[in-house]
């Protein structure tokens, strides 16, 4: 039943879901993005020096947090790419052959292709691992690391007990540059054990990339001064600094006061800052090198211990620190004294993706002195206001043209629909320039189309067993009906040879009445070819109403077939059967077959299923138009004979046959 479209009334139009999609979009942008700032440059305008530090310390945290969101993106990301590798099937058999000792050229080529490819096609991946479940590197993106041993970092050691595992930066042990190591642990094919380790690195100089570019993306944030006088950088759970927006920093590779000896031990087992080879052998394996200490900044002690916390328990926000001039310096013990300047900071703890307890794996940090916000107000506030018109204009041009894109295409499809309700012609080509898109409108574009093409497909498909139904149903000459069951089957079907069987249930045997090059005569006296109704294929077909399709003869376990049939010259490869019932009653089988493997189709059966109904309907009102005539030839017979008894009886009662009846009887008396 079609929808009907009724006319929206004056109220129902000013409903927000009837608006016109080019409406939403501004009404919304305008509302998400000059609104805010509207109210930021009013109630700045009544707000001294201290209220615009604080709402900079505000902006600087909502920095540190998109930056820190960022980051988790990019760590999400890359897990996911670790998971994929861990299960792909290249990477288990691989480590598994290996295991074996029986690795072939073509697996060393498929590993080599599967860890290149994830490598090449992730910018932020610099380096992809397959470890045994010793700790050797078995397969590398760097050659030269390959037969070397990293048991000692923690993200095999994890990773080999079974735990997702996501690193802080670390230094390479092997080529000396910083990155996030992530594992995972590879299965056996069953799932049963833990064979072996996959491992990324992402580079490092990515994160240093996302943090260079943090102040010079956000300009509706931040001032140019700020710009210029802002500090982004990561520290660990360690206090360390392992990233930061200037690459030349004192502060970088170093500590936000002194470590403990607990977490110093730590560092330096995992060789966080990678080693120095001894000096006696300059080119030594990871495994030799000396670790690296990180350098203490006495006098950040007191910012340590603020952000140290604050990671720990995870969330942004922003607090204010004396920053001494001399980092070197023991930590001023005077809180009120500031041997230095004043600066804000924002901060975000970054979650670590695959912690089960969501614990922070970075801490981002935003450094900016105050004295860079404090400028003039009211020029502030005039910058605003021309902003927010600017940004009005932008957000009402850039609403009409994303509408447009929107609304265009989904306009298109929506007419092409109408027309397909109506019933008219559809092509693919009607809705390219919509399924062209890569958005979600070209998907439910592309969807649409399939869905169309299908259901016409299969009204097509139903059309054509109405009329094969029809004509096989218009005959009832048993012969004539079964030429046309052949002969329709052939047009929609494509098939090498095949064979009609009526069951004979009194015999319970199968009787061949037609192929597809010969019709067996139905004359009773000539001995017809029979099947026995337990052999080939038939215990399949007579099992089920529905159809049996196998595509490869050769290689199917289950019934053979072991008869000799009219088709045995094309040497089948697959075979396609129904049976035919008729109320409860089995009329007989068709069955053809290709002489290739994989002959026939789903499509092919589902007609088959479809016709074969039709078809013992036909052989049985054929069957019974048959029965009729011949009963209808014995009864002729009968009477036939009927009428010569009642002629001799008339004459050998007649007056001469009885005379000389009488006569032959008196000469019989004299001569005895």
Known sequence: MPVQNTPLSFWQKLRFRNWKIFIKFMVVLLVLAVVPLLIVTFSSSREASNALVDREEINISRLAYSTAQRIEQLLGDNHNVISMLANDRDVITYISQYREGAVQIQNQVDINYTILNARDSHDTIELVSVFDAEGWAIAHTKEYIVGSQWDFRKYFQQAIQ??????????????DTPGIFGSAPVYSQDHSEIIGVLSTKIRGDYVTDILVNTLSSEEGMLSGNEFLEGEV?????YGMVMAHSDTDSDWLYRSLGRVSKDDLKDIVDVMMLGGDCPADNPTCEPLEKIAREPQ???????????LLPLMAAGGSGHIRYCRPSDIDAPASTDVSDCPGQRHSIGYAAVTNPVSDTEESIFMVVVDIPEEVFLGDINAFVQRAKFSAVILAVIVIVVSLVVARTLAKPIGHLSQVAQNVENDEPFEPD???EVTVLGDEVGRLARVFSSMVLALRARMAELRTIYEIGSKIS???DLPDTLSDIIASLGDVI?????????????????????TNTEIVSDDETIEKTTYDSEKDYFPLLFGGRQGVMINDIAGYTGHKLSTDRSWDAFEPKSYLGVSLGNQDRVVGTIEMISSRMNGFSEDNKRILESISIQAAVAISKAQEVKDRERRLVNMDIVLDESRTNEEVEKVTSSEFFENLKANLNKRRTQNK
Do not use: H, R, W
């Not at 494509?494 to 037609?514: G, K, M, P, R, V």
């Open 162 to 175: 079974g735990n997702k595992y996501l690193s802080g930066i670390l230094i390479g042990g092997k080529d």
């Open 233 to 237: 950088y990561l520290i660990n759970e």
């Open 296 to 306: 203490p900044m006495p006098a950040l002690q007191p910012l340590a211990d603020t």
């Open 430 to 432: 009607d809705i390219a």
């Open 474 to 476: 218009d005959n009832v």
């Open 494 to 514: 494509d098939f090498d040879a095949a064979e009609i069987c009526l069951y004979d249930l009194q015999n319970n045997a199968l009787e061949l009445y037609l």
